[in-house]
């Protein structure tokens, strides 16, 4: 290659990447080499272009999460202004609760999509009885949706059905869901949670009759920061677009999907898929809780002395949660609350659950 074409490809190229892509000197240059300019080009061009559009997309995502922040925190200043100035003519308190748990879920779903994004959430996965773990996450959600004036329905699980599942991130799909279907939902209505097992999979169908989802935005419900128009801001609490979004992500992770039916005006269907463990080989905690609820009593009554120590330091090492570690060391210097609240909660939870999932 002679030194003229050398030094006009040099000079294309540092034009090239100060945004300049009409200015090439083609008299020196090859129409082999041109080509591969032209190739280049095209690519630096739309590589720019792509650039501008997510900085556009997340400037618009940023301005809708900063309004999703920014109403309820109003309506909570405006609330404390009402309490603070002694007025009684509403629920102040209430308001305020109910406005600062929306931002602690936006602000909770935040976080998890940019974890999931970046890689940084962290995983630990076990095997747990299906009835147990739903029947758990839904007594939860009942209390939420009843606070709402709204009632869920749940079917049975066969009692031999395990999943092999990270319990936190199960746990916030469930949430998520429920939270959506209760926002969207009339009051004095009704979801229904059923489960099937087909094909080595659970399906939990969890359904509303509410609002609904329009047809030309089915396929875009899961996507990250998406919201219909008509839901956007005051309606009912508001929405961040995030919470459906990390029930996907979540629920792919653990080799399962998620879909949605739904019509505009009769409610929305969605459906859960998780793959069943076969094989159902468990950690040591893991089978203390598959044990019966009178066996684990006459345990922790009788030995609870240690064996909360114990029962924490053992699931640590199957976990590394750092505050299972924390709690192991809890039982022994405050032995007897330890003992006590251990010995409550096998009776109300049919577990050991303080500092210990």
């Known amino acids: ?127 747990v009885q299906a009835r147990e773990f739903f029947t758990n996450e839904f007594l939860r959600q009942k209390a939420f949706a009843e606070g709402r004036g709204i009632k869920i329905k749940t079917g049975s699980i066969p009692k031999n059905v395990y999943l092999v599942i990270d319990r936190k991130k199960i746990s916030r799909v469930v949430q998520n869901i429920v939270t959506n279907a209760v926002k969207y939902s009339p009051k004095d209505s009704v979801i229904k949670v059923k489960y099937f097992i087909n094909k080595g999979k659970l399906t939990v169908l969890i359904k509303d009759y509410g609002e609904g989802i329009a047809k030309e935005n089915l396929s875009r419900v899961f996507d990250r ?75 922790t009554v009788c030995f609870g002395f240690i064996f909360g120590s114990f029962y924490r330091l053992k699931r640590y090492a199957e976990t590394h949660y750092i505050k299972t570690f924390i709690g192991a060391n809890l039982s022994i210097l405050l032995l007897p609350f330890m003992w006590i609240y251990d010995i409550l909660s096998i009776i109300f939870y049919g577990k050991i659950t303080f500092l210990a999932d």
Do not use: W
């Open 1 to 127: 290659m002679k030194k003229k074409e050398m030094r006009a490809l040099e000079r294309a190229l540092v034009q090239f990447s100060e945004g300049n892509y009409s200015a090439i000197d083609s008299s020196n240059i090859s129409k082999e080499n041109l080509n591969l300019l032209e190739k280049i080009r095209e690519k630096i061009e739309k590589s720019a272009i792509e650039v501008k559009k997510l900085k556009i997309k997340n400037s618009v995502e940023a301005a809708g999460v900063a309004h999703d922040l920014k109403t309820p925190l109003a309506v909570i200043m405006g609330a404390a202004e009402c309490c603070k100035d002694g007025m009684d003519d509403k629920d102040y308190l209430g308001i305020i609760s109910e406005k600062a748990s929306y931002m602690s879920e936006l602000i909770g779903n935040l976080t998890d999509a940019s974890k999931q994004i970046s890689g940084e959430l962290n995983d630990y996965k076990e095997t």
């Open 225 to 299: 920061f998406f919201m219909e128009d008509e839901s956007r801001g005051e309606h009912k609490g508001g929405s961040s677009g995030l919470g459906l979004y990390v029930a996907k992500e979540l629920t792919e992770e653990h080799g399962g999907e998620i879909k949605v039916r739904s019509k505009k005006g009769k409610g929305s269907t969605f459906l859960i898929y998780l793959p069943v463990k076969t094989n159902t080989v468990q950690t040591a905690t893991e089978r203390f809780n598959s044990y019966g609820f009178f066996f684990k009593l006459l345990i």
